[in-house]
């Protein structure tokens, strides 16, 4: 978590100096910003020392057993639908709280009130997976997931709504991802980690967030924001 928050710090970074940014250019050159970006990460890759460690080839069967076993294949189950439930938000909450009425401003700021609460508890997750269990952890993530979606369904109308909501953001994301990954390193031991994290990005950020924004799509264009958000 102490290293997925500079992520949150970067996104963070991007969205603020992006947004002004855009006020003055116009934003045919997202193209050109983005590749600009992508060279500098190859560039700073380059300056990453090598870590040296002993190394097990991972058999994929037994990767493949792993996968079978109740618990994990619930656990994918669980990050896949929660992604899911997450089209909408990074869809079209920004279209939403436009027709709202909401600024630019605004809408900008309370994005950015979402990231830092999942900065706030990435600097503390640590000590949140010392004290209680990943299924505790797990379980009020989900909780607090859907208390955000049905609030963000019928209550976005008030601005302070949205920013109790927002702040839900540390729960629906930070603690589930970061409890997630503290799951595959629990269980893919025996060199599969690598395709345990592999799986986790292809089952939730991959599947799950492919269908949740094509389901979203469907349920904005038919049935409204709101029953998107519900939905979710």
């Given amino acids: 978590s102490q290293v997925r928050l500079w992520g949150s710090i970067g996104f963070l ?4 100096t992006l947004g002004v940014l ?26 990453i020392p090598a870590a040296y460690a002993p ?80 299924h505790s952890l797990f379980a009020l993530a989900l909780v607090l997931a859907a208390v955000r979606w ?5 209550l976005a109308s008030s601005l302070w709504a949205l920013v109790i909501l927002q702040c839900l953001h540390a729960a629906s994301f930070g603690i589930v991802h970061a409890a997630a990954i503290e799951f595959v390193h629990r269980v893919f031991r025996d060199g599969h980690g690598g395709q345990g994290q ?12 492919g269908l949740g924004a094509w389901l979203a799509g469907i349920l904005f264009a038919y049935c409204g924001p709101a029953a998107a958000f519900t939905a979710a």
């Fill in 13 to 16: 970074e991007a969205v603020n």
């Fill in 22 to 47: 855009f006020e003055r250019l116009s934003v045919s050159w997202l193209g050109l910003i983005l590749t600009a970006l992508l060279c500098l990460i190859a560039l700073n890759s380059l300056f």
């Fill in 55 to 134: 190394t097990r080839q991972a058999d994929f069967r037994g990767f493949v057993v792993r996968l079978r076993e109740p618990d994990v294949w619930r656990f994918f189950v669980m990050v896949m639908f929660l992604q899911l439930s997450f089209g909408p938000y990074y869809t079209f909450f920004t279209i939403y709280l436009e027709s709202l009425g909401y600024t630019r401003i605004a809408i900008g700021l309370l994005w950015s009130l979402g990231v830092v609460a999942e900065i706030l508890l990435f600097s503390r997750m640590h000590r949140l997976l010392q004290r209680y269990s990943l």
């Fill in 150 to 154: 049905t609030g963000t369904s019928t």
């Fill in 198 to 209: 592999a799986f986790y990005g292809a089952a939730s950020f991959g599947l799950g967030g």
